[in-house]
C-alpha cells in the first residue's frame, strides 16, 4: 500500500455525498426531486458512456442501446415482482438491469470492438438503429408505442420504506448514483482502466506491450453496458414507464452530449455534464417550445469555445486559483456575463417572436407577451428593438473581451513568475 | 539448445513488391546481433515480420525453437519478444512513469484486471520506478511523454521495450538522430539493460555496431549477404562493394 491515505479523495467523495443527501431538503419545489432523480440516473448514464469515449477513445451512437435493453428487462422484472412471480427487492433492481446491460455489452461488444474510430462509430449506429427497428417488432417485449408501464409499490413496506413517495425513490437513486460513481472511479484506477487509456492514446503499443486492444476494448463496453443498464433500472423505477424511445439514437446522441458539455477528459465532467443538460432540458422545455433550438445553440457555443468541456474549463482556472490572481479575473468574468446577457435577451427575444409568428399567430394572434411585455409581432418595432439589443450585446461582449484578455495576461506573468521564468 | 531466434526462408512482398528476399537466420541465446545494411534494405520490414506486425508472405519465424509465424504482437510479447520502433511509438498523453507501468503490467501476471487497485501493486510501482532509474529521467518521471526531449523519448522508447522482462530484444535504430554525448548514453543504457538477453538491432552507426554487438548480419535487397563477426564483416569483400566501403575506413 502506498504510504499516504488518500484525505483529499476521502474528502471529495464526502462531499459529494453529503451534497446529494442534502439536495431535496434544500430544493423543495414540487419538480425538484423529480429532476434530482433525474439527475442522478443521467449521471451514472453519462460517466458509464466516458468509460467508453473518454477513456477508451470509442465514440459511440448506441450507448442508449444497453441503457433501454437494461429498463426493459428490469421493467419486466418489476412487473414479475409485483405479480409475485419473482421473489427480488425493489431496491436491487439495478443490477437486473446491469445484468441485462452486461450481457448485451458481450454480445455487441464482440461484435464491434474488433474495431475502432470511425468503423466503430459507424457500426455502433447501426446496431443502435438494429435495436430500435427490433423493438417495434416484437411488442409484446416493448409495448409498442405505449411502453412499458409498472408500479414500483410491490408487496409490504419494509422499515416504511416502500418507494411509493418520490423522496425515498430519491434516495434510492442517489445511493445507486453514489455507488456506481465509486466504482467507475475505482475501475480507472485499475490495470485495465490503466490499459484503457493506453488504447485510446495507442492501440498498437499496447498490443507490443502485450495488450489485445480488441479485448481491452470489448472489457470496457461490456462493463459500461452494466452501468447503463443500472441506470436504465432506475429509470424504470423512478418513472414507471419505459419506452422504446429512450433506447433510440437521439437517446444515444444525448448521453454523447452529457459527456462532451461536461468534458471527457476528466472522470468528472460528465458528472457536471449529466447535471447541467438535465437541468437545461427540463427547465428550458418548461418555458418555451423552442428550447432545442437554444440547446443546440448552448452546444454549438461549448463545441466552438470550450471543446473540451466545462471540466477542462475549470482546470484552465487553477494556475490562476495557485498563484492568487483569479480576483484578476472576476471583475473582466462580471462584465463579459452581463454583456452576454444583453446578447442573450436580443436573441431570445428575436427566436421567441419568430416562433410565435410562424407557429401560433394563426391561432391566437399576431401579439404575444414576451419578458412581461406585449408587443405585435407584425409591426416592425419589436423587431427593430430586438435586434437593436442583440448588436448592443454583441458590441459589448467584444469590448468586454479585451478585460478578459488583459486578466489573462496578468496570470499569465504571475505563472511565470512562479515557475521562475 | 534451439537458437533464441530463427528465421527459415522468410520472404515478404508488399502487393508485387517483393522487399524481403529468403532470409535465413539464427540468432544464439545471450548474443548481441546487429542488423545492418542501406536505406530501404527491408530492416524495419523484417522487424515488423519477426515481432508480428505483420504477416510474412512465406517461411517461418521460431522463437527459442517455437513457431512464432502467423501469431498476433501481442501473442508474440507473451512469449518473451518485444520490441522498439524506428519512429518514436510512445503512450504521449501519459507520464513517463505511466509509460512504463503500462510496459510491465503484463509481465507481472495483471492481464485485464478490474479488481486491483494499480496503485496499490508494490511489484509494479516498484519495477516501474526501476525502469525510470535505468533509463536515466528520475527527473522526468511525472512529466508527460509528449512534451519529453527527442533523446528522453528514445530512452523512453527502449524502456518501454525492455519493461515486460522479454529475454529477446528487438531495437530498430535506437540512437538514429543523436548527438554523440547522447549516442554514448544510449549505448551504455543498451549494454547495461540487456545483461544475459538476446539483442537485435538496426543501427547505422558503425561505431555503436562494432561496439556492442558480437555478431553482424548484411541485408541488402532483402537479403542477408553476410553474417559473421565484426573482424570477418570488416574484411569481406563482398560487403565492403555493396555498403560498409567507405564508411569504415
Ligand atoms: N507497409 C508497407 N507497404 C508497402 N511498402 C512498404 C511497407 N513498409 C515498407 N515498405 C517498403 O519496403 C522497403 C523497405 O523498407 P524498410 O523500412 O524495411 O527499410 P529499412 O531497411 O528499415 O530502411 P531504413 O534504413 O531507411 O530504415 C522500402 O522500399 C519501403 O518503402
Ligand atoms: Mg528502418
Redesign the pocket.
Known sequence: MSAMFPWRRLLVWSATAAVMIVAPLVFTQGFAVSMLSQMGIAIIFALSYNMLLGQTGMLSFGHAVYFGLGAFFAAHALNAIGANTLGWPVSLLPLIGGAAGLVFGVIFGYITTKHSGTPFAMISLGIAEMVAACSLMFPSFFGGEGGISTDRVVGKAVMGIDFGPSIQVYYLIAAWCFVCMIAMFALTQTPLGRMANAVRDNPERARFVGYNPTRVRFLMLSLAGFFAGVAGALEVINFELITAERLGTVASGNVLLMAFIGGIGHFYGPIIGAVLVTFLQSALSNYTQAWLLYFGLFFLVMILFAPGGIASLLTLHKPAVQTRTLGRLLLPYAGAAAAAAVLMLGLVALVEMLYHLETKAEQVGTVMSLFGRQMDTATAQPWIVAAGILVVGGVLLAFVARFVRSGWAHVTVAVNRAKGI | MPAALELKAVHKS??K?A?INGVDLAIEKGERHAVI????????????LISGR?AVTSGSILLNGEPITGLQPQQINHRGLARSF?ITNIFPKLSVFENLRCAVLWSLGYKYSFWQRVGGLKDVRERADELVGMIGLQKRRDTVAGVLSYAEQRALEIGITIGGGADVILL??PTAGMSNTETADAVALIRNVTVGKTLVM?E?DMSVVFGLADRISV?VY?QVIATGTPQEIRGNKAVQEAYLGAEVE
Open positions: 508488399f502487393g513488391t522487399i545494411g542501406p536505406n530501404g534494405a527491408g530492416k524495419s520490414t523484417l522487424f515488423n505483420f524506428q530498430d535504430e538496426v547505422h541485408l532483402g
